[in-house]
């Protein structure tokens, strides 16, 4: 099993580009999140999708849209990217949603430099 | 003011001293609580998590949570160099703390 997987991998637009960040996850989560990871934040939540067919915002989603293709992908989109979406990207899944059945299991990451 | 309080550190000890990691949270609601550890450009991976108050157990690792005042700690006995990582800690309804940077020094 792959477990989460992210791509690209890294990613330079310049400010006012578009971008798909794309999340595929094989172990059959209900779950997914989209996360955002900057020095002395900690990791933020943008967006989740507790179940198929749904989406909800996070803490921080100005800026951003999600798409819930199916079971298990999620992308993530930046229609006009600004500097301060300069950050890492964390995609996650877990088995559904919910106290004590929300353990995330992460991707890589994909590192976002807006010019 | 963040749900989950981490200090971001950094720390650093010698191998084989023990380790104390701790976070404070606001939200009374929380039940379950996580431990995660995100190496240097890799994603986070669970590494421990614990239902309301008690400790946890595992290998060199043990996870304390205590409900009345709000504290979630993590304990790494006979610290190793390959444990140097941040530590984020995390509550229910995707809480972060903003990770400790551990180094394990040879």
Known sequence: ?115 | QKEVEQDPGPLSVPEGAIVSLNCTYSNSAFQYFMWYRQYSRKGPELLMYTYSSGNKEDGRFTAQVDKSSKYISLFIRDSQPSDSATYLCAGWVRCFGAGTRLTVKP
């Open chain 1, 1 to 115: 099993n792959a477990g989460v997987t992210q791509t690209p991998k890294f990613q330079v637009l310049k400010t006012g580009q578009s971008m798909t960040l794309q999340c595929a996850q094989d172990m059959n989560h209900n779950s997914m999140y989209w996360y955002r990871q900057d020095p002395g934040m900690g990791l933020r939540l943008i967006y989740y999708s507790a179940s198929e067919g749904t989406t909800d915002k996070g803490e921080v989603p100005n800026g951003y849209n999600v798409s819930r293709l199916n079971k298990r992908e999620f992308s993530l989109r930046l229609e006009s990217a600004a500097p301060s979406q300069t950050s890492v990207y964390f995609c996650a899944s877990s088995e559904a949603w919910g106290q004590g059945a929300d353990t995330q299991y992460f991707g890589p990451g994909t590192r976002l430099t807006v010019l």
